[in-house]
């Protein structure tokens, strides 16, 4: 399982740069919301956490096609499906190698990209906070999506299509809790520790069903 996810580390930062290319996005997402709500400095303050939120989203989807394309590509899925590892155990590997090279980054360039929104430091807190809480649970839903569409040349489209909706939930609780200590006296532990129960239960849920999916393709 170490070597699983070292192999995952350097495939998420060789194969078409992933990683690299899910941070400048989030970058230029950001960046171009002040173009497009003008310069109202209040305005950008109260709606930066929820920027920040918007863009770790669609950052993490932009990449999530190329979880198990790769191995598909090369027939390393195949060895996978297999191996006598339990499958539920690999995607839960490549899922954690995959939220280290694409989401960890996106948390912590956080502070320095909401400065362009006039953030508050205990709102930039506690964005980073959520985002390092949130981000990996949207890693563990697109894993299903990514098993779904495996098969599928250019599924991106039709993964971000599945995936999306389920994203809601965290997304509501992650920008909640975000907004919280800046929008008092709005309460910060009842949605961060929603936000915590829905990463911990896409955790678990997350893998067997992407496990599931992959089998199912593979048929």
Same mark, same amino acid.
């Given at each position: 399982?170490?070597?699983?996810?070292? $192999?995952?580390? $350097? /495939?998420?930062?060789?194969?078409?740069?992933?990683?690299?290319?899910?941070?400048?996005?989030?970058?230029?997402? =950001?960046?171009?919301?002040?173009?497009? =709500?003008?310069?109202?400095?209040?305005?950008?303050?109260?709606?930066?956490?929820? %920027? &920040?939120?918007?863009?770790?989203?669609?950052?993490?989807?932009?990449?999530?096609?190329?979880?198990?394309?790769?191995?598909?590509?090369?027939?390393?899925?195949?060895? %996978?499906?297999?191996?006598?590892?339990?499958?539920?155990?690999?995607?839960?590997?490549?899922?954690?190698?995959?939220?280290?090279?694409?989401?960890?980054? &996106?948390?912590?360039?956080?502070?320095?990209?909401?400065?362009?929104?006039?953030?508050?430091?205990? #709102?930039?807190?506690?964005?980073?906070?959520?985002?390092?809480?949130?981000?990996?649970?949207?890693?563990?839903?697109?894993?299903?999506? #990514?098993?779904?569409?495996?098969?599928?040349? $250019?599924?991106?489209?039709?993964?971000?299509? &599945?995936?999306?909706?389920?994203?809601?939930?965290?997304?509501?609780?992650?920008?909640?809790?975000?907004?919280?200590?800046? /929008?008092?006296?709005?309460?910060?532990?009842?949605?961060? &520790?929603?936000?915590?129960?829905?990463?911990?239960?896409?955790?678990?849920?997350?893998? %067997?069903?992407?496990?599931?999916?992959?089998?199912?393709?593979?048929?």
């Amino acid at each position: 399982m170490g070597a699983l996810f070292v $192999r995952e580390l $350097r /495939l998420a930062t060789r194969v078409g740069g992933g990683a690299l290319m899910g941070a400048l996005f989030f970058l230029i997402v =950001v960046t171009v919301y002040p173009f497009g =709500v003008g310069p109202d400095l209040n305005l950008l303050a109260r709606i930066g956490p929820a %920027i &920040l939120w918007i863009g770790a989203l669609l950052a993490t989807l932009l990449s999530l096609d190329r979880l198990f394309q790769a191995d598909r590509d090369d027939g390393t899925l195949d060895l %996978i499906l297999m191996g006598e590892e339990p499958l539920e155990l690999v995607v839960l590997v490549k899922c954690a190698a995959h939220w280290v090279a694409t989401g960890l980054p &996106l948390v912590l360039i956080s502070p320095l990209l909401a400065l362009f929104m006039n953030m508050e430091p205990i #709102a930039i807190g506690s964005t980073m906070l959520t985002l390092a809480v949130g981000t990996p649970a949207l890693t563990f839903i697109g894993a299903i999506g #990514a098993g779904l569409t495996v098969t599928l040349r $250019r599924g991106g489209l039709l993964l971000a299509i &599945l995936v999306l909706p389920l994203t809601v939930p965290i997304l509501i609780f992650g920008v909640a809790a975000a907004n919280a200590p800046v /929008l008092q006296p709005a309460p910060f532990l009842t949605p961060f &520790l929603l936000l915590s129960a829905l990463t911990l239960f896409s955790a678990v849920i997350g893998p %067997i069903a992407a496990a599931a999916a992959l089998r199912f393709t593979s048929d």
